[in-house]
């Protein structure tokens, strides 16, 4: 199943912020979602897709971590399939979010309280359930030791109130920034249970595969060199409509190369499946090899 190898060249615009609450429980920065409460998957996703066979991808560099939250550490972007947020994010939407572990979220009129139901089916890959108290955990962990854009937006919120398991909600300060509650909906949720235990221990880089609540988990991994992820057959969301028809491969193997010249040879000579290409004369002029799909997207 690893299919033709495909290029991409992305590029977004950014829209003005605006938040809203829609009948999908939808949270937009402008006007509506294009998607209602019933909707069953995403539009780009075939939910009929079949599961199975290896994704093999290339980055140039290297990393030291597997903990893609802190400001500290060098960690392969793909590793964000392995945590789940509250909710998800379209990509025919650039700035509308669906619900995941949230299952219904509610913004006040003035936008300065945001609401958030737990998911009662939400799980972390052990199987602890995901609660509202996992949730405010999430929030003053990443407030203390996150990115510091993560920090400044975080520092937004005035008080976090946990009514019950399901259910939390974030009061903003006055005057705060707008899209602070967008923000707040995109936070990784980190299991409690897991992370509290280790004290100051959890601020640092590791290397040890944590607990996590994403459609993949790490099964194996060699600094510089390789670092292999598998599909959770148990993942509790891939039913959900805004994960259905996504995350298909059974494996993905992500292969690390000292600079973009041998990772370029090693794709031409077939050893990866997917390429983002940058440069362009390099896309011009370094891809007339059988078998290449060449796409641009802008």
């Known amino acids: 199943m690893r299919g033709t190898r495909i290029f991409f ?3 977004l615009s950014l829209l003005v912020p605006r938040l809203c609450l829609a009948e999908s429980q939808a949270l937009t920065m402008r006007g509506d979602p294009e998607l209602l409460a019933d909707f069953t998957h995403f ?17 140039v560099g290297t990393f030291d971590s597997v ?4 400001i500290k550490g060098t960690v392969p972007w793909q590793l964000d399939w392995m945590h789940d947020k509250l909710m998800a994010r379209s990509w025919d939407e650039p700035f509308t979010l669906y619900p995941l572990i949230a299952s219904a979220a509610k913004l006040s009129d003035d936008r300065r309280t945001l609401a958030f139901q737990i998911d009662p089916r939400a799980k972390f890959q052990d199987g602890h359930p995901i609660t509202a108290q996992d949730v405010k955990f999430s929030y003053e962990f990443l407030l203390k030791n996150g990115r510091p854009n993560t920090r400044r937006i975080f520092a937004a919120v005035d ?11 974030f009061h903003f300060r006055e005057n705060s920034d707008p899209e602070a509650p967008m923000i707040v909906a995109m936070m990784t949720v980190l299991p409690r249970h897991y992370w509290e235990p280790m004290g100051a221990r959890a601020a640092q880089t590791s290397l040890a595969p944590p607990v996590a609540s994403g459609p993949y988990k790490i099964t194996s991994l060699d600094v510089g060199r390789t670092i292999i992820l598998e599909r959770d057959e148990n993942y509790w969301a891939k039913d959900l409509p805004s994960r259905r028809g996504q995350f298909n491969f059974d494996r993905v193997r992500v292969d690390f190369y000292r ?15 997917f390429r983002r290409e940058t440069d362009p004369r390099r896309w011009a002029e370094s891809y007339d090899v059988p078998g290449i799909k060449k796409a641009e997207f802008k």
């Not at 600079?259 to 499946?273: I, N, P, S, V």
Request: proline share 6%; glycine share 6%.
């Open 43 to 59: 539009p780009y996703a075939n939910e009929n897709a079949p599961k199975g066979g290896e994704l093999r991808l290339t980055e």
């Open 259 to 273: 600079d973009d010249t041998a990772a370029l040879l090693a794709f031409k000579a077939g050893a990866h499946d």
């Open 67 to 70: 903990i893609p939250w802190l």
């Open 9 to 11: 060249i992305l590029f």
């Open 159 to 169: 008080d976090v109130v946990v009514s019950d398991a399901q259910n939390i909600s």
